[in-house]
């Protein structure tokens, strides 16, 4: 079965530079969900968009921005990246199924800045 | 607002071992209940799931009942391998996004 695409798979940037990363969410899947992972930590919430529309936002920095675009894929903008933006980036998609849509997600973008 | 907390690892069992991996929730309403296992170097998977009270999700030999009054969802298996050698995360679903223990490492010796 397809599961959800992210790309690149590692990105290495130096500090103060920009970043993009994509999400190609499972077919018929509605919602997007970006999330960050630093070492030896849980998943934290950023952002998240149902129908292209933003729907939940977390603790994503003002420096960051995302959108979900028509055809359901998401990027993730990031810019003057600083040290402690290194982390894995996860995308997740759910169909909109009220609570019981479990999240699947991709295998991340491993983010490293210099 | 609603949280997660897990046991703290690592949990280090040998194989064939039974395993218990404790998750309590916080929460206003009724939130469904999720585990996912991540293995070294990949994505979060989704291991089982519970939509209501009294629920048991089961995958792969593990199993988690959802209990509202001690507002619980332990994970349970009864003979570990060396293979489930992996970080376990008990989660909830609020509203638009999920929330996430802390993540328990579970490691399995041979």
């Known amino acids: 079965a397809a599961g959800v695409i992210q790309s690149p798979r590692h990105l290495i940037k130096e500090k103060r530079e920009t970043a993009t990363l994509k999400c190609y969410p499972i077919?018929?899947?509605?919602?997007v969900y970006w999330y960050q992972q630093g070492p030896g930590q849980d998943p934290q919430f950023l952002i998240s968009?149902?129908?292209?529309?933003?729907?939940d936002k977390g603790s994503i920095p003002d420096r960051f921005s995302a959108q979900q675009f028509s055809d359901y894929h998401s990027e993730l903008n990031m810019s003057s990246l600083e040290l402690g933006d290194s982390a894995l980036y996860f995308c997740?998609?759910?169909?909109?199924?009220?609570?019981?849509?479990?999240?699947?997600f991709g295998n991340g973008t491993r983010l490293t800045v210099t | 607002g609603d949280s997660v907390t897990q046991m703290e690892g690592p949990v280090t069992l040998s194989e064939e071992a039974f395993l218990t991996i404790n998750c309590t929730y916080t929460?206003?309403?009724?939130?469904?209940l999720f585990w996912y296992v991540q293995y070294p170097g990949e994505g979060l998977q989704l291991l089982l799931k519970?939509?209501?009270?009294?629920d048991k999700g089961s995958n792969k030999g593990f199993e988690a009942t959802y209990r509202k009054e001690t507002t619980s969802f332990h994970l349970e298996k009864g003979s570990v391998q060396v293979s489930d050698s992996a970080v376990y995360f008990c989660?909830?679903?609020?509203?638009?996004?999920?929330?996430f223990g802390a993540g328990t490492i579970l490691r399995v010796k041979s």
């Open positions: 997740a998609s759910s169909s909109r199924d009220g609570n019981n849509s479990p999240l699947h």
């Open positions: 077919p018929r899947h509605d919602t």
């Open positions: 968009f149902y129908e292209k529309m933003q729907s």
């Open positions: 929460a206003t309403g009724y939130p469904s």
């Open positions: 519970a939509t209501k009270a009294d």
């Open positions: 989660a909830l679903r609020d509203g638009n996004k999920l929330v």
